[in-house]
């Protein structure tokens, strides 16, 4: 009967400090219950709610791919007066939490096949589009979708998630990757520049193409103007919104932007939507 | 049920009202206005002459007995997930005399705690286990303003019985469900009905409908406001705004919350607070940043969810013109005006 | 969590919580020169050192009643003693209006407790604690601020 | 009162089309009977709806926190005291202030009125020199303004400005009568019986924060009780948690309160919160001879100490 905010137990698998500044991490998190990892059907672009018992609940994106049948990945910032962030951070591998979900709706990956992909990702708001790219490049997926195109910035070399990961798609030669960084440091041997002038510079085709795109406000603001030049229609550029949650099911009222819950209607918007979103500000 | 049907009504002297009470009271926990340090709210209550009959309307809303201002919904250590939710209502309820524009705000919350794609458990049990006995309101204030959102001092919808003060002594009561037929009936006491009662209810109606003098035009209210999200209006609305909670937690169909944990000695609870839209903390994010940054944008938030998104989302405006903002804010904010203010934009 | 079996068992064998939130330069050294001595005293308090009874928030000592504790003690530096020159003295002023408010509110005197121990005051601190913990114990549980669970 | 109020509108106006100042902040009549409200003028023609009578129980001193300009306040004798709180902590500039003072007799109290009217309806109220005529439906009576006159003000010392740039109207007499009575004689209840009241009164308490909000004392960025890390106290309804909130803010305001009664006013559940307010004032005068809000020198109480402080209740 109270399923509906009951979180199912799972354990801390493993944990990866994903930036320099170690207040970025990666849980590997595996289901008591195997039956319930069955259950926890999502898809990309949908989040959780994580619970720390005494701490409270927090909604997190999914960073591992669907495909992942195994465990679940959530990449979690801890933010000095983040509650939950902070405890999670504390804990060790072996702790058990709760998660509840999924929750949201996800990126229309049936209407992106047969379509060339365009991904753009700042910062840490990089952990859905890593689910989504781990599908896409999926060996059972890959065929079903055209070009992919992965434009990833950070502010520093150091900030930079998913390092391993990003060397192996950079060794494909089945997907066209681009890493940045906002300012670069001695030993950097990559792009510097900000994402959306790095974006103009690569001008991926926006023919036959759904772009998706997650970052920072101001990174998705400046974004918007040269997808848009290079003819990507508002209906076909895809993003993230994120907002402070409590119950992630459109009811507690806090994610509220217009008649629209974030947690509910969204996360997933095409521009096209947020644009007519009031409050939005993108 | 059948419109209509005369049977369904009959006339209470006020004297018999304990008699019938008490007779009710075997099966039910009757919640009933009560006046206590100077304010009347809703309380359990063991006999009639407690109830405060002459109230305008109670000072908090009866919503909290359907939607608690602090409940815990689970608790850890694991072991007991599960066993809280028992059965949340001891015995059935009654809650007595609840006025139209109250019973009018849980059929819009109905909207929201009781979906076809949610059910919230904790909601839907009290309103399933709590029958709504209400009296219609021949005093409303001047600061009331049902008739324009679409309720009424004598409106019957949402109840299991209605019942009205004819004023000599007497109440009509009507059984609007089966259920509050069933409490009608429990009393074979009751008169019937007689020709000049009903002419008696009819004109108190008049009466009580021709004191709701204000008026407000709300049709086409929702496309004006997704008109004016960037007006300067905002600015001078919000002016003298405190940025309290009073007119949210007052407001009978507000209902944004926060789940939040607690631990004391021997376990974690997991509680859902009300929240209110007004409060800085609610919508400010980890990481520090608030997208809504001041009493203006709280504001409009809160005037937008009521007039517009709840319209858009549900079809109908959260708000049943209890005027209970207004009587309360302490710096004399009237919705009616910002009503009219934004009509005129 | 041991403390709270005790209370709920017979009253003939409670025994009282008390939190003693001690100034690190003076009366934490206190209660080890008791304890070097081995001076006897009361088991029934908790040591909470912190660095001045400046740094002791009303907070704490509400929060510790709110918890259930059945008396709190606070003990700093004699005046002109501070480590930081005038931490006890702004305290001081604290803890006056504190503890008048909260016996105003009803919270028995006595429930909570202000001393000020030295360094060299062992016998002293041993002492305090034997009768704050016997006036603690004479008042019986707190039930003051107690939330329950 | 009508003298007073004529010129205030002139003396508003004048600091507009001067430009002495952007904004003046005062009181116009609200929507409900007897209610006045908070006005902010930016052009001298709507100075005419300023007002000034005994029914202006708002303390304004909420806006000054926030105002970013130049700003003309209408402030009573309670509200100038706040203000200099507010200089002296330094949250607002006193070249920035221009205080249009008003010698006050005392405002209302509706809590009053609603005892009065017993669950009636108020549908009209007429304010006269000494009296107030309360009408509604079978309803007309006349009550003498002493008796509606709020708690605070009864025994105020200060009705007319310690502070001012210019005075409205005449002086008046100082409140009478002894100001902590209340206070003596609630403490002379036993610990059992002074517990329950105030538990009593914070079982009611429904966290809207209004006493806070309104509070001139209280403008931290964030209040200690909406801090999540740590969260020193629980939000829950619980009466332990609500009677803590009015206490730690008893004691964050204790010497820095003005007794200027906007808290209790504002309580929409009618709970006393003077008594824990005016318990602390009454201690830190004792204590420290210190009143707040008097000099714009003297420091805050609990801001500083003597070596020679009281201390008998240190073990």
């Known amino acids: 009967m109270n399923d509906l905010y009951h979180p199912r137990s799972v354990v801390i698998k493993k944990t990866v400090i994903e930036n320099e500044a170690r207040d970025i991490k990666t849980f590997e998190l595996v289901f008591l219950d195997q039956e319930e990892r069955e259950k926890f059907e999502f898809s990309c672009g949908q989040f959780a709610m994580l619970s720390v018992a005494g701490a409270g609940e927090s909604p997190i994106g999914i960073a591992s791919s669907p495909l992942d049948d195994e465990y679940l990945h959530f990449t979690v910032k801890r933010y000095p007066t983040g509650v939950v962030t902070t405890a999670l951070h504390s804990l060790e591998e072996g702790s058990e939490i709760g998660v509840r979900g999924p929750y949201g709706n996800f990126y229309p990956l049936k209407a992106m096949e047969d379509k060339n992909i365009v991904i753009v990702g700042g910062g840490f708001a990089f952990t859905t589009l890593r689910s989504t790219i781990r599908y896409l490049l999926h060996d059972k997926n890959r065929s079903r979708f055209k070009d992919i195109t992965v434009l990833y910035g950070a502010r520093t070399p150091g900030e930079l998630i998913y390092k391993s990961e990003l060397k192996q798609w950079e060794e494909r030669d089945d997907v066209n990757m681009y890493v940045t960084v906002d300012r670069g440091e001695e030993d950097w041997k990559g792009r510097v520049g900000l994402v959306p002038n790095i974006l103009s510079e690569v001008a991926p085709s926006s023919e036959n193409s759904i772009a998706l795109v997650c970052g920072p406000p101001i990174m998705l603001k400046y974004t918007m103007p040269p997808l848009l030049d290079l003819g990507f229609s508002p209906e076909r550029i895809i993003t993230s919104l994120e907002r402070r949650m409590s119950c992630g099911i459109g009811k507690c009222g806090r994610c509220n932007i217009g008649s629209k819950y974030i947690c509910k209607d969204g996360p997933v918007f095409t521009y096209k939507e947020l644009r007519e979103l009031p409050e939005a500000a993108v | 049920m059948r419109k209509g049907d005369r049977l369904k009504e009959k006339i209470i002297k006020k004297e018999q009202i304990g008699k019938w009470l008490e007779k009710l009271g075997k099966d039910y926990e009757i919640w009933a206005p009560v006046k206590k340090n100077g304010l009347v709210s809703f309380y359990p209550i063991q006999s009639a002459k407690e109830i405060y009959f002459d109230f305008l309307n109670s000072k908090k809303t009866p919503k909290d007995l359907f939607f608690p201002q602090s409940e815990v919904l689970l608790s850890f250590p694991k072991e007991e997930v599960g066993k809280e939710v028992k059965t949340i209502l001891q015995k059935p309820r009654i809650i007595f005399a609840i006025r139209p524009c109250d019973a009018k705000s849980l059929a819009l919350l109905d909207q929201v705690f009781d979906s076809e794609d949610y059910q919230d458990p904790y909601y839907v049990e009290r309103r399933e286990g709590i029958l709504l006995v209400g009296l219609a309101c021949t005093h409303p204030q001047q600061s009331c303003f049902c008739t324009s959102v679409g309720g009424g001092p004598f409106e019957k919808a949402h109840l299991d019985l209605v019942m009205a003060d004819l004023g000599d002594g007497k109440y009509f009561v009507e059984a609007l469900t089966q259920l509050g037929e069933g409490l009608m009936q429990r009393d074979d006491s009751l008169q019937d009905v007689q020709e000049k009662d009903r002419e008696k209810l009819a004109k108190t109606k008049e009466e009580a409908e021709e004191k709701v003098k204000s008026k407000l035009v709300t049709k086409g209210l929702e496309k004006k406001l997704d008109k004016i999200f960037d007006s300067p209006l905002w600015d001078r609305v919000h002016q003298r705004c405190l940025g309290c909670g009073i007119c949210t937690y007052l407001c009978s169909t507000c209902h944004c919350f926060a789940l939040l944990d607690e631990k004391d000695k021997a376990r974690v609870k997991r509680i859902r607070n009300w929240d209110s839209c007004m409060f800085p903390e609610f919508t400010v994010e980890a990481s520090g940043h608030n997208p809504r940054i001041s009493n203006r944008e709280r504001m409009r938030q809160r005037v937008m969810h009521k007039f517009n998104y709840f319209v858009e989302r549900y079809g109908e405006t959260a708000c049943v013109g209890c005027g209970r903002c207004i009587q309360s804010c302490p710096v004399n904010i009237d919705i009616r005006e910002i009503i009219e203010e934004i009509r005129n934009e | ?149 | 009162m009508q003298e007073s109020e004529k010129e205030l509108r002139e003396v508003a106006k004048k600091l507009l089309l001067e430009k002495k100042v952007d904004l003046i902040i005062g009181y116009e009549e609200g929507t409900l009977p007897l209610r006045t409200r908070p006005i902010f003028i930016r052009e001298a023609d709507e100075t005419k709806k300023l007002v000034w009578n005994f029914r202006c129980e708002n303390n304004l001193c909420f806006y000054l926190k926030m105002a970013k300009e130049r700003v003309g306040i209408v402030a009573k004798g309670c509200d100038i005291r706040s203000i200099i709180g507010l200089i002296k902590e330094r949250q607002i500039k006193r070249e920035n202030i221009f205080i249009i003072g008003v010698p006050c007799s005392g405002i209302i109290d509706r809590k009053k009125i609603e005892d009065i009217l017993e669950g009636r309806e108020l549908l009209e109220g007429i304010e006269s020199d000494s009296q107030i005529i309360l009408k509604g439906e079978g309803l007309e009576e006349k009550v003498d303004k002493d008796k509606l006159v709020h708690a605070s003000c009864k025994s105020c010392k200060y009705r007319n400005p310690v502070l001012y740039d210019t005075l409205i109207g005449k002086e008046v007499s100082q409140g009478e009568g002894e100001e902590y009575s209340d206070v003596e004689e609630f403490a002379s209840k036993s610990d059992n019986e002074r517990w329950a009241y105030f538990n009593d009164e914070a079982s009611r308490c429904i966290r809207c924060y209004a006493c806070r909000n309104v509070c001139p004392a209280c403008y931290c960025p964030q209040c200690f009780v909406d801090q999540s890390l740590p969260t020193w106290f629980g939000r829950t309804l619980h009466p332990s948690d609500t009677l803590i909130f009015h206490i730690i803010r008893t004691l964050h305001i204790a010497g820095r309160c003005v007794d200027c009664g906007a808290c209790s006013r504002v309580c929409p559940m009618n709970i006393e919160l003077r008594m824990l307010n005016k318990k602390a004032e009454k201690d830190v005068k004792e204590l420290y001879h210190y009143e707040a809000g008097i000099s714009l020198e003297e420091l805050p109480p609990m801001a500083t100490f003597k070596m020679d402080d009281p201390q008998e209740f240190i073990k």
């Open chain 3, 1 to 149: 969590m041991e403390g709270n079996r005790i209370v709920s068992k017979e009253k003939s064998e409670w025994k009282p919580r008390i939190i003693a939130f001690l100034c690190n330069w003076c009366s934490y050294a206190g209660a080890d020169l008791a304890g070097i001595g081995r001076l006897q005293y009361p088991p029934n308090v908790r040591i909470i050192r912190v660095p001045c009874s400046g740094r002791i928030n009303p907070y704490f000592i509400i929060k510790s009643l709110q918890h259930g504790v059945d008396g709190v003690l606070v003990s700093g530096c004699h005046p002109g003693d501070c480590h930081y020159i005038s931490g006890n003295l702004v305290a001081r002023r604290r803890f006056a209006i504190l503890k008048r408010i909260l016996e105003f509110a009803g919270v028995e005197k006595g429930r909570v407790q202000f001393t000020w121990i030295s360094a060299a005051e062992g016998e002293r601190f041993s002492q305090v604690i034997k009768e704050v913990t016997q006036e603690i114990k004479a008042l019986g549980p707190n039930k003051r601020f107690v939330k329950e669970a």
